[in-house]
């Protein structure tokens, strides 16, 4: 199959299984219209878009695996932020929380900002605020981030964190609030699906931090940039980012270690409340 009778092939199987466009659209997290633009070959869907429509339909996973194979010929996608602030950043967060709920094994490298599956309410108030939205969008994109937070206590899933250690110092909110963001990722860490380690930046290391990327199943990696967000599918280069993980992943604290470390940090930004 070409990519590029990938729209039509989706409506053949959506009429197929008797499921209305509407249902299909609402089970993959896009408009009605959008779904219609795909079929009719209008907009051309992204790999993220195939796979939410595929399991919209519920089709088997070899029928999955063909029509995943076409939508990922073009292996890198991106697409601009401000697609998303057009589409709503509620409606971005709606879209990761449906790809979430396929995934098995999440592993997030972060060297810039607490992973969103993490972040208290106030850090992601903070996150969003960056981004010169109304009052009523920051409020829906919060929302939409906490309700994605759900999945890490989904005992079926695995998720790995990494987080470098600037990312605990990095002042994006005052001390007291901080020391709670520190708090909450002490709490996460003990659930029994979840894995969080933190690069110290006293430990000689062997690879420099460079971006944040999600690696979503040893199938999907996406990376976030200043302007756009990438989306790479060509097994080749998502093992580049396997291997990155990997490597930061041994020379990480972990369990008790990692708790501790986050902890001393933590008690100096309350002592830092107290004496203000």
Do not use: C
Not at 7 to 30: C, F, I, N, P, W
């Amino acid at each position: 199959m070409k990519r590029s009778e990938l729209g039509t092939a989706l409506r053949a199987l959506r009429q197929a299984s008797g499921k209305e466009a509407k249902t299909v659209a609402r089970g993959a997290v896009m408009s009605t219209s959008k779904l219609s633009k795909i079929e009719t070959g209008r907009v051309a869907p992204t790999v993220i878009d195939v796979e939410r429509i595929l399991t919209a339909i519920g089709v088997s996973e070899a029928v999955k695996a063909e029509y995943m194979a076409a939508a990922r010929v073009e292996a890198t996608e991106t697409t601009a932020w401000r697609m998303y602030r057009r589409l709503g950043y509620h409606r971005k967060q709606q879209q990761i929380k449906a790809l979430d709920e396929t995934m098995a094994l999440l592993r997030l490298f972060q060297p810039s900002l607490v992973p969103g599956l993490l972040q208290t309410p106030e850090y992601a108030r903070a996150v969003f605020a960056r981004k010169n939205l109304t009052e009523d969008q920051l409020l829906k994109a919060v929302s939409g981030r906490l309700e994605r937070q759900g999945v890490i206590y989904d005992t079926s899933k695995t998720l790995r964190f990494i987080i470098t250690e600037s990312v605990l110092r990095w002042r994006l909110l005052p001390a007291a609030m901080l020391a709670g963001q520190l708090d909450r990722l002490i709490s996460a860490s003990r659930l029994p699906n979840v894995d969080i380690r933190v690069v110290p930046l006293a430990v000689p290391q062997q690879d420099a931090p460079g971006h944040s990327f999600t690696i979503r199943d040893d199938r999907v990696v996406t990376v976030e940039t200043v302007h756009a967000e990438i989306t790479i599918t060509d097994p080749r280069d998502v093992g580049l980012y396997v291997q990155k993980f990997d490597g930061f992943w041994t020379s990480a604290l972990s369990d008790g270690n990692m708790r501790h470390a986050v902890a001393a940090i933590r008690d100096e930004f309350l002592r830092e409340q107290e004496i203000t």
